[in-house]
């Protein structure tokens, strides 16, 4: 649920990178904190360990479009991907408006693949939440690696429901299709807000217009 | 003899069909049923078994046209599939298939292998059979040393006189004999022979073939234990007659005494368990079954470690494939993880491996390489369900983001590509807003087709995808120098621009378009372009400019 603050005619939306452990949620965090000019991003708040482990979150505030006369801001966050810290993904996970599930295209991460996905579901549903009711996009990352599994085998992991949602091919370490992840999970939150919300920005003396 | 008195009465009373008939024509997607029943490519689905009352009472009739993928068996209890194939034995063709193509190793001639009714050609004078040589390929691929190419096609006709059963498909799959001791009808699917193998006069072509007779008298019991009341007898062959003079299968020559082995193995046979809910197999499947074949050397190499005994390791560098039964692996790859028990494994191996994995604890499980697995995998085996409804937004918000991924799409050599999204739109007959990834999406669902990939004369990928990455780094690079190729030859004789290029190969078949730079690779499913598609392909490609 975003965060809209009257008064200063601001929304924050929060946006969640999901996926298995080491499949690349924080270098998509990185890749985005270095293109984005400083003016329209806060610092990259990482907590991880040396081998380059995410121990808590990665946070990164973004500044990005007009939406009504309101100024959208958005929150960029990763969970830890490492089974044993599902506490913090429950918590990462609170009010979230968007999903990015970063899938690791390597053969033998297929499984990890699937059981991140299945707990992002659970978690969802721990806060009465539906994926089919959260607007997210699945980044199928590493793509430039060797020994990968075929898209459509990702896509019928990952993306066999009934609402099939859009996926990218991605290279995290390069930059390859970061922001067209981004921009999609943006696109389809926006729109969704749009939708259902919409009308809540015009209600008098809320300043909507 | 309630065997010999079902078999008689039910030949005569083809007649009785027209309405089933008429039925089995309304049944949509007539390609579907073509594929799926031929060359044992997919199993028709299970129809809905009607009451006794009903059984009693109504012709029961067996449905060949299949909706949908039978759902795998995950129970001891699940119903037998109903497909009503021929089983032939291969001693019947062998001396027949061209020898190149044949395996070194001799196969058991008395094996049956089951063909679809719709792929078989009877000549009813001649008592005999003709079938495709790539039907069979399909329904025993064991024997052949490769997949069999079109160039390779020939039709293969064999005697119908001699050993040649028709059954049921399910001969491996029948639940046990239950004591009967009431008539009762026969099961689904139990003891058909299909009537007509050919389309009736008048019917379109691609339309689902008429209702197959099932010879069965109504009430009269088929179970095996019925069988068994015939099993002394001596081996009279039963003609089924029929009513149509067209070329049909009611004229086959059924030796009762096959049937009855047919029947009694049927019944003896376990039904295969899914390996999640712990694995059953009997060491061998039957070619009516996908197999798939996995070097073991692969399997070897990806045991965990505390499986990796000496006895083992000395494998190391062995050539010998195991065979698997695709029951077995398909339900299992939605999870990202393919394992058989120790136990199937084993049993799997050559006798002279048996030895090696003894110590190994039968219910520990063996883990099989996605990687391997994929290597031999139908691709029909992980399509996505066909229901799915595509989220994508109609309309676009500008935001920051989308200039950076337009200024990475540049940089990186993507998106590139402009699309007229209406007249794409019309092509496909969408209201949906269609970009590159939807519009290469859509090339590649469209009938006949299974994957599509869209690159540049350079080999730079710009959207889709084929079955492996591999694939698509050398058709991009390989698919437009061919193209380049072929159409500068061409070109000095009068046939025209060239558009489009089909490659068959082996397993697969795959077609090209090049226009301008830009290079459309689409892999087909089984078939050549369906009426129509490649034209639309074309139209596609005409409307994309780099």
Redesign the interface.
Known sequence: MPTINYAAKEIQFKIVYCGAALCGKTTNLVYIHS??APA?RGDLVSLATAADRTLFFDFLP?S??I?QGFKTKFQLYTVPGQVIYNATRQLVLRNVDGVVFVADSQ?DK??????SFRNLEQNLQKQSLSLDAVPYVLQLNK?DL????????L???L????????SF?SIAT???????T??AV???L??KFNRERGQLLAVPGGGGR | MPFLNWFRKKSTSTEAEPKASSADKSSPEPTTVIETASGNSEQASVPDTPSTEQQLTETPVIPLSAAAPPEPKTSSTAEPASTPHLSVPLGAFYEKLPPHLLASIRPDLKRLIQIAPEDIVIEENAEEATVPLSILSLSCPDIFVRPVAASDEIPITFSLSGPVAASAAESSQQPEAQPLKTAAPPEPGSLVVPADTRPEEGSKMGEPHPIKEQLTESGSPTRPDEIESVERQPAPTVRATTASGKINLRDVTVPVDELIRLRESAAGAKPLASASSGTEFSGHTSSAEKEIRLRLQSVLSNLPPGLEQPSIQDLSGTETEIVLPLDLIQPQ?????VVVSAATFCKALPDDLKPHFEAIEPSTEIPI???EI?LGLPHEA????E???????Q????????A??E???KR?G??QVKVNSERLQAIFLTDETLDL?KTITKVGELPGLR?CLLNTTDGLKLAG?????DQEQAVSVLAPELFKEARSKLAEMQFGALETITLHCGRDQLSTFLQGKLCLTVLHDNRPFKPGIREKVQAVMNELVL
Do not use: C
């Open positions: 293109r984005i329209h973004l990005a479009v939406l053969w297929m499984e990890e693949n699937v059981e793509r060797q020994d990968v599994a075929p898209t459509n085998y896509q019928y992991l993306n066999n429901r009934k609402r099939r949602v859009q091919e390069t930059g390859v299709n970061v922001f067209s981004l921009d943006t696109q389809v926006l729109h | 790859l939605a999870q990202g993880r390489p996605l990687r994929f992980i399509k996505l369900r229901d799915q409804e595509m989220v994508h937004p309309e676009t918000i500008q935001t920051p983001f989308r950076h991924a200024e990475d799409a990186f993507l998106e990834p994957s995808g084929l079955d492996s990455p």
